[in-house]
């Protein structure tokens, strides 16, 4: 079941970290640049199997943001599929963040796209339940047939999250914990050996009150933890995002592992692989000894 | 201004109703599917292309739903860009149907690459507002910048709408009343000569009561209304969606159209045709003579 195979390789790996791979054209080193100026789909794709080589024994999983493949249209398409492939023949869970969201009819394709066995095919998709349960229903088709998961998108961390998400309803809750509640219900019957099911949520390190209020809310709930680096989020602040055992979450940097070169010099992919190692390091000093149990 | 171009064409044509190009390769014919069975999206295209010569002097405008694309990959992907430059030489509005939403940063990408100058270039964007306002900003911008539009998913067309959607909040409104509210707001400094912003909002017709009341609460904000046909929606029921004079609004129709071969007989493209042209009449019956004013 992959909410366990992602469980093992965190506790393998002694690691609850996933490298972004939102790889803007611009993160490359200029000398690359150059290079691929004329073809920048192929250099995002090989920048990428570059930083998959170098973390791949160190980290569980990778996110690849399909935000910053689709400016560059069916090549840019192609490098994000072959990511993902790369990324998966290196042993890692892929992510596919592409917070699709529809009715049900026109989910159903995209849980297809993402959750099949095509092209585009990974182990996890983030989804957007504005549409509610028919709108969601799709992916979970796909993902008891074909086990996969997805992460709903709760409460996420950008600056006005809040504008809709923590806006109080009638009955006491918030929108971002009623939207929780939908999540944890919605993985409902799909809990793994170690208690959590297909059904993951979004939830952004940069709101560590939330975060905590959620973790006890959503036991069943894996989160999907971003906002960690480059936009404010550190490992003090996820704490409470995770179980006991340090389980129940993984922790997403982007910027801070592709563009770590720029800070700390050599070349990009070694920076990338020390960047990971002292993003574990800065989490496990928080989290303690991370167990599958 | 590009929402004043649409409302024009709408008068211009006396059609508020927009082709929906959700075309799944099971809608072809089955000796097209035969022919184009290796090739999937070279079908796709074409089964478009002779859709959009068929229909283009009748309507002003097609909704290219991405998700249909998607699962063919790479190829999918081109085949929805050609699809897209292909309505827009026949002088349609094309809006992408993607319903994308995400953090600033990732947001910039999208609305690069949805509404740039690149492969996936269309004149309007369907974004989801879950993140709020630093989420739509970057689509704001391409907006200004390219003259360019965006519709915001208010109250979807799919049953479960309502399980977040309709919730009550605190204040009163509800989550979709608040979710309108942000999108005429986000619309503000940028109307056209017709009073309407370049910010719309997804309107399902299967809920008349509810657009009612939004056509009332956002006098600024166009809308764009699915459900009509297969979902079940009809004249009637969308009529509150208008303003006086039948503005306001543009109804999608997806398989009533592609797949009114099945019904009518005769080819796909001239049972297109026909079922846009009782689509117009319908609409026109219950919302008089349009006028661009």
Chains 1, 2 share one sequence.
Do not use: H
């Not at 080589?53 to 569980?60: F, Q, S, W």
């Amino acid at each position: 079941m992959i909410v366990d195979t992602l469980i093992e390789k965190i506790a393998e790996k002694q690691n609850p970290a996933c490298v972004g791979l939102d790889t803007s054209f611009s993160y490359l080193p200029e000398t690359m640049q150059r290079a691929y100026a004329e073809e920048k789909a192929a250099g995002v794709l090989e920048f990428n199997k570059n930083i998959i080589d170098a973390v791949c024994d160190a980290v569980p999983a990778v996110k690849v943001q399909i935000a910053y493949y689709e400016p560059l249209g069916a090549a840019g398409l192609s490098a994000f599929a072959a990511t993902c492939r790369y990324a998966k023949e290196r042993g890692l869970i892929v992510i596919a963040d592409a917070k699709r969201g529809d009715i049900g009819a026109t989910a159903a394709q995209y849980a297809e796209a993402f959750l099949g066995e095509g092209e585009l095919s990974a182990d996890f998709l983030t989804v957007n339940g504005y549409l509610g349960t028919d709108g969601i229903a799709p992916f979970m088709e796909a993902c008891k047939q074909n086990d996969r998961g997805i992460f709903v998108l709760v409460k996420t961390s950008n600056p006005s999250s809040g504008e809709l998400q923590d806006l109080k309803l009638a009955d006491g809750r918030t929108v971002y914990e009623r939207m929780g509640d939908m999540a944890e219900a919605w993985g409902d019957g799909s809990c793994g050996r170690y208690g959590y099911s297909r059904v993951g949520a979004v939830v952004g390190a940069t709101y560590p009150e939330e975060g905590r209020r959620l973790r006890a809310r959503l036991p069943r709930t894996f989160f999907l933890i971003p906002g960690y680096g480059a936009q404010g989020g550190n490992a003090a602040m996820l704490k409470g995002c995770f179980a006991a055992g340090g389980m129940g979450g993984i922790v997403n940097n982007s910027r801070g592992i592709l563009c770590a070169y720029q800070k700390r010099g050599g070349t990009y992919f070694e920076a990338a692989r020390a960047a990971a190692l002292s993003m574990r390091e800065e989490l496990l000093s928080v989290l303690g000894e991370i167990c599958a149990k």
